[in-house]
């Protein structure tokens, strides 16, 4: 459970009239392994469950958004931060992070289609060969450990450009 200098988050979120809410924020470090993983208590009427529905109990009984949010500034402060589409992530934390700690998948040329971001189910099955989000649930765990996993296979070539 070791703080790598190399860290993938993933947040889940649910709506509340027109904006998201942080719902679950799970964080992995270079060797797949989650160092972070916490459901959050909504900070407003939840609107939309979405794929949360089922685990309604979990939200309400989640940790403070105020408290999570200081635990991931904390633990992402001065690493490379990995992810796909990093900047709903941030916002949703109400974070920021600087763009050169940044490694988006969504944004990386490699990995787009046609200049346009191709969704992590499908790099997931074309770099790794594995299946992930066989619903509309995701399992922010397994999101953020394919991602890392795509980035540890494109690192030397990617990290050539910092």
Known sequence: MSVTNVLAIDCEMV???????????????????????????????????????????????????????????????????????????????QLSHPESKRRDLAKYNRLQRNGQPVALKTLSKNYLGRDIQPTAYHDSVEDAKACMDIYLKLANEWEKNY
Do not use: C, M
């Open 15 to 93: 709506g509340s009239y027109n904006k998201n809410l942080l719902a679950r924020v799970s964080i992995v470090n270079q060797h797949g392994s989650t160092i972070f993983d916490e459901y959050v208590k909504p900070t407003s009427t939840v609107t939309d469950y979405r794929a949360f529905v089922d685990k309604k109990w979990k939200l309400e009984n989640g940790r403070d958004f105020s408290l999570v949010k200081n635990q991931v500034a904390n633990l992402i402060q001065a690493r490379i931060l990995v992810g796909h589409s990093i900047h709903f992530d941030l916002e949703v934390l």
